[in-house]
Protein backbone atom coordinates (compact mmCIF):
# COMPACT_ATOMS: atom_id res chain seq x y z
CA UNK A 1 0.00 0.00 0.00
CA UNK A 2 2.48 2.73 0.79
CA UNK A 3 4.62 1.70 -2.36
CA UNK A 4 1.59 2.12 -4.41
CA UNK A 5 0.59 5.83 -3.04
CA UNK A 6 4.11 6.63 -3.48
CA UNK A 7 3.95 5.97 -6.93
CA UNK A 8 0.60 7.71 -7.61
CA UNK A 9 1.99 10.79 -5.31
CA UNK A 10 5.27 11.25 -7.26
CA UNK A 11 4.38 10.53 -10.92
CA UNK A 12 0.55 10.46 -11.16
CA UNK A 13 -0.14 7.68 -13.76
CA UNK A 14 -3.56 7.65 -15.70
CA UNK A 15 -3.41 4.10 -15.95
CA UNK A 16 -2.51 1.40 -12.82
CA UNK A 17 -2.16 -1.89 -14.22
CA UNK A 18 -2.47 -4.09 -11.73
CA UNK A 19 -0.82 -7.80 -12.01
CA UNK A 20 0.21 -10.97 -9.47
CA UNK A 21 -3.98 -11.07 -8.40
CA UNK A 22 -3.95 -14.89 -8.87
CA UNK A 23 -1.28 -15.21 -5.59
CA UNK A 24 -3.89 -14.10 -3.04
CA UNK A 25 -7.50 -12.52 -2.29
CA UNK A 26 -8.45 -8.99 -2.87
CA UNK A 27 -8.51 -8.38 0.91
CA UNK A 28 -5.22 -9.64 1.27
CA UNK A 29 -4.05 -7.25 -1.31
CA UNK A 30 -6.45 -4.41 0.16
CA UNK A 31 -7.25 -3.66 -3.23
CA UNK A 32 -10.44 -1.85 -1.90
CA UNK A 33 -8.91 0.53 0.49
CA UNK A 34 -6.60 1.43 -2.34
CA UNK A 35 -9.07 2.01 -5.13
CA UNK A 36 -11.22 4.16 -2.71
CA UNK A 37 -7.92 6.12 -2.17
CA UNK A 38 -7.56 6.39 -5.72
CA UNK A 39 -10.46 7.52 -6.87
CA UNK A 40 -11.86 9.84 -3.92
CA UNK A 41 -8.58 11.35 -2.34
CA UNK A 42 -5.79 10.49 -5.37
CA UNK A 43 -4.35 13.44 -7.38
CA UNK A 44 -5.09 11.33 -9.97
CA UNK A 45 -8.94 10.08 -8.76
CA UNK A 46 -10.36 11.90 -11.86
CA UNK A 47 -8.21 10.94 -14.50
CA UNK A 48 -7.13 7.64 -13.52
CA UNK A 49 -8.24 3.98 -15.28
CA UNK A 50 -6.96 0.72 -13.54
CA UNK A 51 -7.27 -2.84 -14.95
CA UNK A 52 -8.74 -6.03 -13.41
CA UNK A 53 -6.36 -8.05 -11.70
CA UNK A 54 -7.13 -7.21 -7.51
CA UNK A 55 -7.36 -10.51 -6.37
CA UNK A 56 -8.39 -14.09 -7.34
CA UNK A 57 -12.07 -14.26 -9.06
CA UNK A 58 -11.70 -10.40 -9.64
CA UNK A 59 -10.68 -10.82 -13.32
CA UNK A 60 -13.17 -9.84 -16.24
CA UNK A 61 -15.53 -8.55 -13.83
CA UNK A 62 -14.06 -5.35 -11.76
CA UNK A 63 -12.04 -2.55 -13.31
CA UNK A 64 -12.07 0.34 -15.84
CA UNK A 65 -11.28 -2.07 -18.53
CA UNK A 66 -10.40 -5.67 -18.31
CA UNK A 67 -7.31 -7.69 -19.02
CA UNK A 68 -9.07 -11.37 -18.28
CA UNK A 69 -6.17 -13.23 -18.99
CA UNK A 70 -2.87 -12.90 -20.73
CA UNK A 71 -3.33 -12.39 -24.84
CA UNK A 72 -7.12 -12.17 -23.96
CA UNK A 73 -8.73 -12.21 -27.70
CA UNK A 74 -12.23 -13.08 -27.04
CA UNK A 75 -13.11 -13.08 -30.64
CA UNK A 76 -16.64 -10.88 -30.27
CA UNK A 77 -17.53 -7.60 -29.00
CA UNK A 78 -17.06 -6.95 -25.25
CA UNK A 79 -20.12 -4.66 -23.46
CA UNK A 80 -17.30 -3.72 -21.36
CA UNK A 81 -13.88 -1.50 -22.42
CA UNK A 82 -11.01 -4.76 -22.47
CA UNK A 83 -7.48 -5.24 -23.40
CA UNK A 84 -5.44 -8.23 -25.01
CA UNK A 85 -2.00 -8.00 -23.11
CA UNK A 86 0.40 -9.61 -25.83
CA UNK A 87 4.18 -10.50 -25.91
CA UNK A 88 5.89 -10.59 -29.29
CA UNK A 89 8.06 -13.33 -27.63
CA UNK A 90 5.46 -16.37 -27.02
CA UNK A 91 7.46 -17.72 -24.31
CA UNK A 92 8.53 -15.10 -22.10
CA UNK A 93 7.40 -11.76 -20.81
CA UNK A 94 11.05 -10.81 -20.21
CA UNK A 95 14.13 -11.23 -22.19
CA UNK A 96 14.83 -14.74 -22.69
CA UNK A 97 18.27 -15.80 -24.67
CA UNK A 98 16.76 -19.57 -25.46
CA UNK A 99 13.88 -18.25 -27.84
CA UNK A 100 13.83 -20.01 -30.89
CA UNK A 101 12.59 -17.72 -33.74
CA UNK A 102 9.98 -19.74 -34.31
CA UNK A 103 8.44 -18.49 -31.03
CA UNK A 104 8.73 -14.79 -31.81
CA UNK A 105 5.39 -13.49 -33.06
CA UNK A 106 5.45 -12.81 -36.67
CA UNK A 107 4.47 -8.84 -37.98
CA UNK A 108 1.20 -10.73 -39.77
CA UNK A 109 0.58 -12.57 -36.20
CA UNK A 110 0.77 -9.21 -34.21
CA UNK A 111 -1.39 -7.35 -36.68
CA UNK A 112 -3.70 -10.01 -36.95
CA UNK A 113 -3.94 -8.96 -33.10
CA UNK A 114 -4.47 -5.36 -33.24
CA UNK A 115 -6.65 -5.28 -36.21
CA UNK A 116 -9.04 -7.97 -34.68
CA UNK A 117 -8.52 -6.91 -31.18
CA UNK A 118 -9.91 -2.91 -32.44
CA UNK A 119 -12.23 -4.17 -34.56
CA UNK A 120 -14.12 -6.18 -31.13
CA UNK A 121 -13.68 -2.66 -28.96
CA UNK A 122 -10.68 -3.95 -27.14
CA UNK A 123 -6.95 -1.95 -27.07
CA UNK A 124 -3.73 -4.14 -27.48
CA UNK A 125 -0.98 -4.28 -25.21
CA UNK A 126 2.46 -5.07 -26.91
CA UNK A 127 5.28 -6.80 -24.70
CA UNK A 128 9.22 -6.76 -25.40
CA UNK A 129 11.81 -8.09 -23.14
CA UNK A 130 14.35 -5.36 -23.01
CA UNK A 131 17.89 -7.06 -22.21
CA UNK A 132 19.49 -6.29 -18.42
CA UNK A 133 21.31 -3.64 -20.17
CA UNK A 134 18.05 -1.77 -21.58
CA UNK A 135 18.92 -2.70 -24.82
CA UNK A 136 16.23 -3.68 -26.99
CA UNK A 137 16.95 -6.62 -29.68
CA UNK A 138 16.86 -6.25 -33.27
CA UNK A 139 14.09 -8.47 -33.47
CA UNK A 140 11.88 -6.56 -31.49
CA UNK A 141 13.49 -3.28 -33.40
CA UNK A 142 12.26 -4.91 -36.46
CA UNK A 143 8.65 -6.14 -35.55
CA UNK A 144 7.84 -2.85 -34.03
CA UNK A 145 9.52 -0.60 -37.01
CA UNK A 146 7.25 -3.00 -39.46
CA UNK A 147 3.82 -2.07 -36.86
CA UNK A 148 4.93 1.11 -37.06
CA UNK A 149 5.28 1.41 -40.86
CA UNK A 150 2.06 -0.13 -41.44
CA UNK A 151 0.77 2.28 -38.70
CA UNK A 152 1.62 4.91 -40.58
CA UNK A 153 -0.50 4.09 -43.77
CA UNK A 154 -3.17 2.64 -42.01
CA UNK A 155 -3.68 4.39 -38.43
CA UNK A 156 -6.57 5.94 -39.59
CA UNK A 157 -8.65 3.21 -39.75
CA UNK A 158 -7.29 1.79 -36.17
CA UNK A 159 -6.55 4.80 -33.82
CA UNK A 160 -10.26 6.66 -32.21
CA UNK A 161 -12.00 4.40 -34.65
CA UNK A 162 -15.07 2.28 -32.60
CA UNK A 163 -16.61 -1.28 -33.72
CA UNK A 164 -19.14 -0.78 -36.44
CA UNK A 165 -22.43 -2.64 -36.69
CA UNK A 166 -20.54 -5.96 -38.02
CA UNK A 167 -16.88 -6.44 -36.46
CA UNK A 168 -15.44 -9.40 -39.24
CA UNK A 169 -16.13 -11.12 -42.06
CA UNK A 170 -14.53 -14.87 -41.17
CA UNK A 171 -10.76 -13.84 -39.92
CA UNK A 172 -9.75 -12.21 -43.33
CA UNK A 173 -11.95 -8.98 -43.12
CA UNK A 174 -12.49 -7.09 -39.80
CA UNK A 175 -14.07 -3.42 -39.82
CA UNK A 176 -14.12 -0.14 -37.69
CA UNK A 177 -15.55 3.36 -38.01
CA UNK A 178 -15.07 6.94 -37.03
CA UNK A 179 -16.80 9.96 -38.04
CA UNK A 180 -18.30 9.00 -41.45
CA UNK A 181 -15.94 6.37 -42.40
CA UNK A 182 -16.25 2.63 -42.50
CA UNK A 183 -13.14 0.97 -42.49
CA UNK A 184 -12.56 -2.56 -43.70
CA UNK A 185 -9.03 -4.03 -42.98
CA UNK A 186 -8.63 -7.33 -45.48
CA UNK A 187 -5.58 -9.54 -43.91
CA UNK A 188 -5.49 -12.00 -46.77
CA UNK A 189 -5.31 -10.43 -50.47
CA UNK A 190 -7.93 -12.02 -52.85
CA UNK A 191 -6.60 -14.49 -55.27
CA UNK A 192 -9.05 -12.88 -58.25
CA UNK A 193 -7.90 -8.69 -56.86
CA UNK A 194 -11.22 -8.23 -56.11
CA UNK A 195 -12.34 -7.53 -52.33
CA UNK A 196 -16.02 -8.59 -51.62
CA UNK A 197 -17.63 -7.40 -48.78
CA UNK A 198 -21.09 -8.50 -47.26
CA UNK A 199 -21.85 -5.99 -44.99
CA UNK A 200 -21.54 -2.85 -45.79
CA UNK A 201 -24.40 -1.51 -48.03
CA UNK A 202 -23.20 1.98 -50.18
CA UNK A 203 -25.52 4.89 -51.05
CA UNK A 204 -25.10 6.46 -54.82
CA UNK A 205 -23.27 8.85 -53.63
CA UNK A 206 -20.44 6.19 -51.82
CA UNK A 207 -16.60 6.87 -52.16
CA UNK A 208 -14.09 3.95 -51.56
CA UNK A 209 -10.59 3.60 -51.43
CA UNK A 210 -7.97 2.63 -50.02
CA UNK A 211 -5.45 4.02 -47.66
CA UNK A 212 -1.95 5.23 -49.12
CA UNK A 213 -3.53 4.13 -52.89
CA UNK A 214 -6.39 6.16 -53.44
CA UNK A 215 -10.11 5.52 -54.98
CA UNK A 216 -10.94 2.50 -56.02
CA UNK A 217 -14.18 1.23 -58.25
CA UNK A 218 -16.75 -1.05 -57.26
CA UNK A 219 -19.90 -2.92 -57.80
CA UNK A 220 -22.61 -3.61 -55.79
CA UNK A 221 -25.08 -6.89 -56.37
CA UNK A 222 -26.74 -9.53 -54.62
CA UNK A 223 -25.97 -7.94 -51.55
CA UNK A 224 -22.28 -7.97 -51.86
CA UNK A 225 -19.55 -4.92 -52.83
CA UNK A 226 -17.15 -6.17 -54.85
CA UNK A 227 -14.12 -3.69 -54.81
CA UNK A 228 -12.07 -4.09 -57.80
CA UNK A 229 -7.72 -3.98 -56.79
CA UNK A 230 -6.73 -5.20 -59.77
CA UNK A 231 -5.57 -1.50 -60.73
CA UNK A 232 -2.84 -1.71 -57.89
CA UNK A 233 0.48 -3.20 -59.51
CA UNK A 234 2.77 -4.51 -56.34
CA UNK A 235 5.62 -1.10 -56.79
CA UNK A 236 2.35 0.91 -55.83
CA UNK A 237 0.89 -1.66 -52.48
CA UNK A 238 0.85 1.00 -49.61
CA UNK A 239 2.12 -1.66 -46.89
CA UNK A 240 3.31 -5.12 -47.53
CA UNK A 241 0.58 -6.68 -44.56
CA UNK A 242 -2.86 -5.75 -44.95
CA UNK A 243 -4.92 -3.16 -46.22
CA UNK A 244 -7.31 -0.89 -45.44
CA UNK A 245 -10.29 0.48 -47.63
CA UNK A 246 -11.93 3.28 -46.25
CA UNK A 247 -15.96 3.75 -47.35
CA UNK A 248 -17.60 6.81 -47.04
CA UNK A 249 -21.47 6.93 -47.73
CA UNK A 250 -21.96 3.57 -46.78
CA UNK A 251 -24.49 1.80 -44.26
Not at 41 to 67: A, E, F, L, M, Q
Not at 234 to 251: D, E, H, K, R, T
Request: net charge negative; proline share 4%.
Amino acid sequence: MPMLQELVMKYEPEVIWADGDWERNYTYWKSEEFLAWLYNDSPVKDVVCVNDRWGIGTGCKHGGYYTCSDRYNPGHLVNHKWENCNSIDLTSWGYSRNTNITNYMTINDILFELISTVSFGGNLLLNIGPASDGTIHPIFQERLLQLGSWMQVNGEAIYNTTPWRAQNQSTDVYYTTSGDSVYAIFITWPDNDVLTLQAPIPSQKAAIQMLGYGELSYTYTNEQLSIDLSSISVSQLPCQWAWAIQMVGVS
